[in-house]
């Protein structure tokens, strides 16, 4: 930015200088007083921009102060598994029940996998270790728009034991 700057002072110079040399009979007086107002513009936004600069250099290098620690301590245990630790798993039962491209969402979002068979038919996959496992209402209501294609995996000792289909798990909620 400087190097900017400084080209556009040197060009202006230069076209005063040209001005100065063919000024006979001060003719091109108006021109100067032209060309250093100009100058005085350049230098004056150059100062103002190098400024603005540095203060953002600063603002940015002051490290983060510290207003509350927090210490968080578990209930119990939970309700649905952690992706991360589970994904060779998911992905080998996939592959074995026909279906491929499986995706690992970050734990404990909306689902926990995704896969397809090879016609293009989604799979959203939530994984659980607990077989009585009952989504809330609030969850059960942001999966509305995937409900038919979302199933509930329970897991046991790193093994898949069983797979519901989560419209079963509501129905079955809803008869009890």
């Given amino acids: 930015m400087d190097k900017t700057f400084k080209k556009q002072i040197d060009d202006l110079i230069e076209r005063r200088g040209i001005y100065e040399q063919d000024n006979d009979d001060n003719r091109n007086g108006a021109l100067i007083k032209q060309v250093d107002a100009n100058l005085i513009d350049v230098e004056m936004r150059k100062?103002?921009?190098?400024?603005?600069?540095?203060?953002?250099?600063?603002?940015?290098?002051?490290?983060?102060k510290r207003i509350a620690q927090l210490e968080v301590i578990p209930r119990g245990r939970s309700q649905r598994i952690i992706c991360v630790d589970y994904v060779d798993i998911i992905q080998d039962y996939e592959r074995q029940n026909g279906r491929g491209n499986t995706k690992i969402f970050n734990p404990f979002s909306l689902v926990d996998f995704y896969s397809e068979r090879f016609n293009g038919e989604p799979r959203f996959i939530i994984?659980?270790?607990?077989?009585?496992?009952?989504?809330?209402?609030?969850?059960?209501?942001?999966?509305?728009?995937?409900?038919?294609?979302?199933?509930?995996?329970?897991i046991k000792d790193r093994t898949i034991l069983r797979e519901k289909k989560l419209r079963e798990v509501i129905h079955n909620s809803l008869v009890n």
């Fill in 127 to 154: 994984g659980t270790e607990n077989q009585d496992y009952q989504p809330s209402e609030e969850y059960l209501e942001d999966l509305t728009d995937i409900v038919d294609f979302t199933y509930m995996y329970i």
């Fill in 47 to 64: 100062e103002r921009r190098l400024s603005l600069v540095q203060r953002q250099k600063n603002i940015g290098m002051k490290p983060p």
